[in-house]
């Protein structure tokens, strides 16, 4: 059975930096895109990154580009997104995604094409 299980959320202060990290377990991890999303209380669940399986080509949207980093170790089953330069407006909960088989990042990506997801952990950007 997958299961994903993030970690690394906190409170942080405008401009630190967290980690979050989501280790995947039931699926052959390596031939799997991993995503990584956030939603804020009463906004809508949006993306915040996509790393491949193939060639780890990654995709971020412009509210994180420069920013925000993922990467991802297939022989931890691991995905982390690497936060610097924080903001309050990144005060979300973050959820980790696998993708579909077969699904190649792009700025074409959306919730539809994640099918399992984490339960999130929840980054508090504030002074």
């Known amino acids: 059975q997958l299961q994903l299980v993030e970690s690394g959320g906190g409170l942080v202060q405008p401009g630190g930096s967290l980690r979050l990290s989501c280790v995947a377990s039931?699926?052959?991890?390596?031939?799997?895109?991993m995503g990584w999303f956030r939603q804020a209380p009463g906004k809508e669940r949006e993306r915040v990154s996509c790393?491949?399986?193939?060639?780890?080509?990654?995709y971020y949207p412009d509210s994180v580009k420069g920013r925000f980093t993922t990467s991802r170790d297939n022989a931890k089953n691991t995905v982390y997104l690497q936060m610097n330069s924080l903001k309050p407006e990144d005060t979300a909960v973050y959820y980790c995604?696998?993708?579909?088989?077969?699904?190649?990042?792009?700025?074409?990506?959306?919730?539809?094409?994640?099918?399992?997801w984490g339960q999130g952990t929840q980054v508090a950007v504030s002074s």
């Open positions: 039931g699926i052959d991890f390596g031939y799997y895109a």
């Open positions: 790393i491949s399986s193939a060639d780890g080509h990654t």
């Open positions: 995604a696998a993708g579909h088989l077969g699904l190649y990042c792009s700025e074409d990506v959306s919730e539809v094409d994640f099918g399992s």
